[in-house]
């Protein structure tokens, strides 16, 4: 199935967005993997109850291979947290919501992908990310989301990842 947006210039700033069937929070720990071993670059983030968005790059890796990969594993990871949580009492519901006929669906097909060409729409997308727990009701103020790089921009604090600055 062909999909509205890819990564052409594998080694240029994008922002991306993916998007997950069901939500479970366990992505952080995935980035900063790709971040070490795999040349990613992060510049801004932001991880929602149902998505999150980044502006990434890496001159490294193809980036759509370090994306396919951080989708792959970060998804498989979160079944065996489920598998193996004897304390969760949800397991059977969730496993039969994010597993069919072997495949995981856990990550909606594809992402949203688009190339940064210039300073203004960088600044553009950096600002929408950080704006999103505003939009959602979440914080009054997009530096006081912790699951984000606002933090990092307004210099409040260091945030859970290590990012670039533009």
Known sequence: ???????????????VTFT???WVDILIESLQFC???KGLKIYAWV?????IH????????????????????????????IENNTQESRKKWLLWLL?????????????????IFTKEFYDIKRDYI????VRAGIVEKEEDYIFSSAGDYYGIRKGLLDIEFE
Request: charged share 25%; with cysteine.
């Open 99 to 115: 597993k069919k006929e072997n495949n995981i669906c856990f990550w909606e097909e594809g992402y949203h992908g688009e190339e």
């Open 130 to 133: 950080h704006l999103n727990p």
């Open 54 to 81: 980044l502006i990434i790059q890496s001159d490294v890796i193809n980036l759509s291979d370090i994306i396919r990969d951080f989708k792959k594993y970060t998804a498989s990871q979160i079944i065996k947290s």
């Open 47 to 51: 991880i929602m109850s149902n998505h």
């Open 20 to 22: 997950v069937h069901q």
């Open 35 to 37: 971040q070490k071993e």
């Open 1 to 15: 199935m062909g999909f509205a947006y890819s990564i052409k210039n594998q080694h240029k700033q994008h922002f």
